[in-house]
T-cell receptor, first 117, second 110 residues
Framework: ETGVTQTPRHLVMGMTNKKSLKCEQHLGHNAMYWYKQSAKKPLELMFVYNFKEQTENNSVPSRFSPECPNSSHLFLHLHTLQPEDSALYLC????????????????FGPGTRLLVL | SQQGEEDPQALSIQEGENATMNCSYKTSINNLQWYRQNSGRGLVHLILIRSNEREKHSGRLRVTLDTSKKSSSLLITASRAADTASYFCAPNTGGFKTIFGAGTRLFVKA
């Protein structure tokens, strides 16, 4: 148990559906991340939120819409996805110290396995 | 931000043997981290080594860092079947962007 939870753990959706992935961290961290992991491909960073402000958007298609209402919760809203969006979606959090020398340890949730039909 | 490149891509060893995985990167770093991922699960942090450190130990894990060669290695001693997983290095140059490589898939045969 890493202190980061994700729901649902598995999701099957059609291309016309709208669904949301939820991530919650219980570690008091101030930064949260969404990653996409497709089969046989490296982990892809999608979004980064620091103190609830989005600091990175790694050229992600607009059919993925993140939301960070507070520093403990992160959502990924999905709509009109494509079959190639099927993947494992991982959430992570970390504590970034002002003036720190670099990103510290990230704590990952168990992921949501998404299948788009 | 930059991506670490792990080598080898896959490694198969017998239980009890040592496993060594390497990571190379291209520019100066603040720290480098190693993570493990069991199949279909989230990543688990193993060790963080800072740029001014050369070696770090944690249990059966030993990480080295050679900033002159821009490389790092992860050694797992006396491997166990439970060590079967993918291992990723994550060099960090500052900021929030950590780019993970494709990883080394380790298989430990009982």
């Amino acid at each position: 148990e890493t202190g980061v939870t994700q729901t649902p753990r598995h999701l099957v959706m059609g291309m016309t559906n709208k669904k949301s992935l939820k991530c919650e961290q219980h570690l008091g961290h101030n930064a949260m991340y969404w990653y996409k992991q497709s089969a046989k491909k490296p982990l892809e960073l999608m979004f980064v939120y620091n103190f609830k402000e989005q600091t990175e958007n790694n050229s992600v298609p607009s059919r993925f819409s993140p939301e960070c209402p507070n520093s403990s919760h992160l959502f990924l809203h999905l709509h009109t996805l494509q079959p190639e969006d099927s993947a494992l979606y991982l959430c992570a959090s970390s504590q970034v110290v002002a003036g720190g020398l670099g990103q510290e340890t990230q704590y990952f949730g168990p992921g949501t396995r998404l299948l788009v039909l | 931000s930059q991506q670490g490149e792990e080598d080898p891509q896959a490694l198969s060893i017998q239980e009890g043997e040592n496993a060594t995985m390497n990571c190379s990167y291209k520019t100066s770093i603040n720290n480098l981290q190693w993570y493990r991922q069991n199949s279909g699960r989230g990543l688990v942090h193993l060790i963080l080594i800072r740029s001014n450190e050369r070696e770090k130990h944690s249990g059966r894990l030993r990480v080295t860092l050679d900033t002159s060669k821009k490389s790092s290695s992860l050694l797992i001693t006396a491997s166990r079947a439970a060590d079967t997983a993918s291992y990723f290095c994550a060099p960090n140059t500052g900021g929030f962007k950590t780019i993970f490589g494709a990883g080394t898939r380790l298989f430990v045969k009982a």
